[in-house]
Nanobody
Framework: QVQLVEFGGGLVQPGGSLRLSCAASGNIGRIFDMRWFRQAPGKQRELVAAIRNSNSTNYADSVKGRFTISRDIAKNTVYLQMNSLKPEDTAVYYC??????????????WGQGTQVTVSS
């Protein structure tokens, strides 16, 4: 069974940095787009960054110039480097990916989420 597991959340001071990782495991045939979403308390889940097979990327306006998404295809892993963090970046961050497997075909998978808290 395909799973996504995130790593790297935690508490950081404003202006600091964190790097999130998300590894896909299981009977993976192919991974297509990979994304990071976040959800703050009382708010809707929002797309933070996305990366395609072509390595093209797009970002939410609120994180442009501060966050960088990248992927290691050999490791089935996507990363989110977060710099110049602000208190408003506090949220649960979720990894999301479109993955083809023999069991389910192409399916939209989600990780369990990792908490990022930006506070002094």
């Amino acid at each position: 069974q395909v799973q996504l597991v995130e790593f790297g959340g935690g508490l950081v001071q404003p202006g600091g940095s964190l790097r999130l990782s998300c590894a896909a495991s299981g009977n993976i045939g192919r991974i297509f787009d990979m994304r990071w979403f976040r959800q703050a308390p009382g708010k809707q889940r929002e797309l933070v960054a996305a990366i395609r097979n072509s390595n093209s990327t797009n970002y939410a306006d609120s994180v442009k110039g501060r966050f960088t998404i990248s992927r290691d295809i050999a490791k089935n892993t996507v990363y989110l480097q977060m710099n110049s963090l602000k208190p408003e970046d506090t949220a649960v961050y979720y990894c999301n990916a479109d993955i083809w497997s023999a069991e389910r075909g192409t399916y939209d998978y989600w990780g369990q989420g990792t908490q990022v808290t930006v506070s002094s």
